[in-house]
């Protein structure tokens, strides 16, 4: 008993929430509905034209209703040959105008829920967008998808094939149920007599299909995600020969899609026959009653109309419910992703946006957790001068990305304070921080798209002279124009069709062309061959002149030339100086020197 309340409290939350998107439509909307009504109100008109029909072509005395005279513009309906010709006549035109109304009434609400649909997709999208990476780091993309996608496109069902649909097939049967009163209440209660059956079919259908679509619905969830995930790691799954085992996942998975599919199936094989066994028993009764009686002809042919005018919509009507019930889950689903508040907060107007950034940062007192309380940075507390180029050594999992991660604001830090020339970066306006900030990543991320693109992010602000003047300074033109179609090269998704080494070096152009106050180098040379390494070291050294850098690199070489060495170890500052100084120091990072310095011996024996 308490579950029902629950589920209309929520129904009407929901379809509240929806109906937020059909304002900018809602003259639409109310089209729609008088198109509904305008429907149901011309349902019982042809039956009833054609019970007058049969009644005067069989010679009976009829009474002519005096609107029907009023619309055939005639009154002269007295001889049988006549009235046929002229209400015959009528009919064909009036089923044009029946059929023009059903096709506009079909076309507004599909344009309706597609045009809901669009607004959605990028209330969603942008929502998506703004989110923290900690989403991204606990919510499959699959999933993501899917609620972009398809839980959105099932809200489109709301108005094409739910809501607006019911009550234009409500009214339709109510209207009809009047109609049939009205001419004899008698035979409407005898043709009704089946009826609880059909109520007892309907809803145990209603209910068996709603479970088998919400089966479905969480099955097409875990299919995409998968098959999403799966796609991505295709290398690594063919790398450690795990097809089998990943295609037996992939199978349970749609094993479990199908049978909630074939349960569904199942229902709509049971419920239509039984709607079709009913109707037949209506029929039946209707017949066995005017035949028993002599009742005429006209009225048995209009009830058997009446009768499939209201069988009609009930086949359809549990559907139709379902489909607005799955409608509801599907947009409860999305607005759980738009009420999701782990977002980038919205910059206010005095958020702070100076036109030069000199790049000074202070990390004072900071703490950091993925997850609390498991911080992987703890009291961390150091300086960067304008123009110094700062360089961050550990081990894996020392948090050294965390702490660039951080510094434009891709997560929040949960103690302490991040200051930008003297500003707290919380402060910033987003765009000015992240625009101030260039950084060339480990895992370089290309877009599908020309080399120009990938180099611009589609900039227009950057002319394609500007493009090849970066790739020449940084040594890359060479290598972009030996490419089909030179910088008009498709590199295809991910820019799998590069090597890592290519799509490190198309990096360093992007950030060169941005031109930041402060640069990051995470890694940036790990994917790079020794020939390569060579070719932008020079490069590397007039990109970080003047400007605030700071470097991460497992390759102490290429951070023997940084101001300040900052060595992590398990989210602490164990040790802070220059090269010199720490190698004096004995500790840490005298011990990671000297491991590096044994690995390039013990190889160059080897290759000896």
Known sequence: MSDSPKKKVFAVSVLRRVFRFVKPYQSFFFLSLVLAIVMALFAPIRPFLIQLTIDKATGRNIHIPHWLEWILFTRNLGDATRFIIVVSIFQIVFLFMETTIRFLFTFITAWMGQSVVKDMRVAVYEKIVGLNLTQFDTTPIGTLTTRTINDIESINDIFSDGLIPIIADLLTIIITLGTMFWMDWKLT?????????????????????????????????????????????????????????????????????????????????????????????????????????????GLLVAFILYLNQIFRPLRVIADKFNVLQMGMIAAERVFKVMDNEDVTPAQSKDAYAPEEVRGQIGFKDVWFAYNEPNYVLKDINFEVKAGETIALVGHTGSGKTSIISLLNRLYHIQKGAIEIDGVNIEDFSLDILRKSIGVVLQDVFLFSGSVMDNITLRNPNISRQQVIEAAKMIGVHDFIIQ????????????GNTLSLGQRQLLSFIRALLYNPSILILDEATSSIDTESERLIEKAIDQLISGRTSIVIAHRLSTIRKANKIIVLDKGEVKEMGTHEELLQLSGLYAKLHEMQFEKKTSGAGIIA
């Open 189 to 297: 209660l005898l043709s009704l007599v089946p009826f609880p059956i059909m109520i007892l079919a309907t809803y145990y259908f209603k209910e068996s299909v709603n479970k088998s679509f919400i089966r479905v619905r969480n099955a097409v969830a875990a299919l995409n995600a998968f098959v999403q995930e799966h796609i991505t790691g295709m290398q690594v799954v063919q790398a450690f020969a795990a097809e089998e085992r990943e295609f037996s996942k992939f199978k349970k998975i749609n094993s479990e899609h199908r049978n909630a599919n074939i349960k569904a199936i199942f229902a709509y094989s049971v419920f239509f026959p039984i709607v079709e066994v009913v109707l037949a028993i209506s029929t039946g009764l209707l017949v066995w009653w005017i035949a028993d009686r002599a009742i005429n002809a």
């Open 483 to 494: 490419l089909p179609g030179g910088y008009d090269y498709d590199v295809m998704e991910r």
